[in-house]
């Protein structure tokens, strides 16, 4: 998983670490005419913004400056803070991986009305790990249209729900830590191919209960 100083990836900055948050975006799609110069400019701005609008963000969340979240997405973390970040924390459930499906599209087909969680895509057995610190509060198969999942309640009071596993590693009452891989992805229950959904929900919350995740 890459680390970049987040302090030197703004606007007006020169640095190779700019180069790196470049060619993340560039990878994904998302072109910067001059390349991967390692200059924050109005060309990194234009692509940094379509980036976010592509994860469903608007307004300040999609003004093409990079925060935390942005990071995140783009599977880095901070290496001023080590691998597991200031508090406990990964990139992403899925390393290298971003979002493909976000939160919150509307769609009468889910139950809720709206997508629940986020969704990463990748071939069957990729590695899925805690976002944070924690423990297992249920691994079982018993998910219907989620398959085989689990629910990780993390160490700041949520429940992080990984679903579609095609295999658990991980039990029920487990102490794990962030960055521990927890099971692997899966097309297991309602999918049209291999991913992991991911929801953000509060202690003890059911399907529905959830916010755009965020750890």
């Known amino acids: 998983m890459p680390a970049i100083n987040f302090a030197h990836v703004k606007f007006g900055e020169r640095d190779s670490c700019v180069t790196a948050f470049q060619r993340a975006l560039i990878e994904r799609g998302h072109r910067i005419p001059a390349g991967a110069t390692g200059y924050y400019g109005d060309q990194t701005k234009s692509a940094c913004a379509a980036f976010q609008r592509a994860q469903g963000w608007s307004g300040s969340g999609a003004d093409g400056l990079p ?29 290298g991986r971003s979002v493909t499906y976000p939160y919150g599209v509307r769609n009468s087909r889910y139950a809720a009305g ?7 895509a ?19 198969d018993n998910g219907g249209a ?22 658990r590693e991980v039990r029920t009452g487990a102490r794990v830590s962030a960055g521990q891989r927890l099971g692997r992805v899966g097309a297991t229950g309602n999918v049209t191919g291999p991913h992991l959904h991911f929801e953000d929900r509060p202690r003890g919350g059911g399907y529905g209960d959830v916010r755009d995740p965020r750890w």
Do not use: E, M
Request: proline content about 6%; charged content about 15%.
């Open 146 to 167: 989620y398959g085989k999942w689990l629910g990780l309640r993390a160490d700041n009071g949520r429940d992080y729900v990984y679903c579609h596993l095609s295999a």
């Open 114 to 120: 709206f997508h629940t969680g986020d969704d990463y």
């Open 67 to 95: 925060g935390p979240q942005t990071f995140a997405r783009l599977g880095f973390t901070d290496s001023r803070s080590g691998s597991g970040g200031g508090s406990g924390r990964v990139a992403s459930p899925v390393p």
């Open 122 to 140: 990748a071939p069957t057995g990729t590695p899925v790990v805690a976002v944070r610190s924690g423990t297992i509060a249920w691994s079982n």
